[in-house]
């Protein structure tokens, strides 16, 4: 239908804004109510703000987009979700425990370089940024803590003219010596 011949176009844009709002919440409703592969749908309406990143794609490749989406919409493609394997929800690595999201990125021995890697990548990104805002940093610091055991930072952050320490960061717990 040619909606400026029909002289309503107003209208009409108005109204099918509203019936694709309206599909557009019953839809959200039902995938965020699915058992399983709904789980991780709700942070989308609960952190509006800081879902910009799903239409601008700021700093990702298409792949990273798509892949993200599906980590939070609980439906990556690990065994560990109902009906996704034939095979059973051992890991396919490991075989020790279900193949689950956060067993693939947090705890599978077979990713543990990635994981590594990407430990160093992010603390380097952090120090960098506050280097940028006149901080000196070090990273992977040697300490002992109260009770006489040693432990590593992953950065130490002082202001670069006071050398006063302002940031003691850990990003994944403390590590023993
Ligand atoms: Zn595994």
Redesign the pocket.
């Given at each position: 239908m040619n909606r400026v011949a029909s002289g309503g176009s107003s209208t009409s844009t108005k109204c099918g804004y509203i019936v694709r709002s309206i599909l557009r919440d019953k839809e959200f409703e039902n995938w965020s109510s699915l058992p399983s592969k709904g789980k991780g749908v709700k942070l989308f309406d609960e952190e509006k703000k800081l879902n910009k990143w799903f239409f601008e794609k700021k700093g990702l490749t298409d792949a990273e987009w798509k892949t993200t989406i599906k980590m939070i919409g609980n439906v990556a493609p690990v065994r560990g979700i109902p009906g996704r394997s034939k095979d059973g929800y051992q890991?396919?690595?490991?075989?020790?425990?279900t193949?689950t999201l956060a067993?693939?990125l947090g705890?599978?021995?077979?990713?543990f370089l990635l994981r590594n890697t990407r430990h160093r990548t992010i603390r380097s990104m952090i120090a960098k940024e506050l280097q940028k805002v006149g901080m000196e940093t070090r990273e992977e610091i040697h300490c002992i803590r109260n009770n006489r055991s040693t432990a590593r930072v992953d950065i130490l952050a002082w202001n670069a003219v006071s050398k006063k320490v302002t940031y003691w960061i850990q990003l994944s717990g403390w590590r023993l010596q």
């Open positions: 890991c396919r690595h490991c075989s020790t425990e193949e067993h693939v705890s599978c021995p077979h990713d």
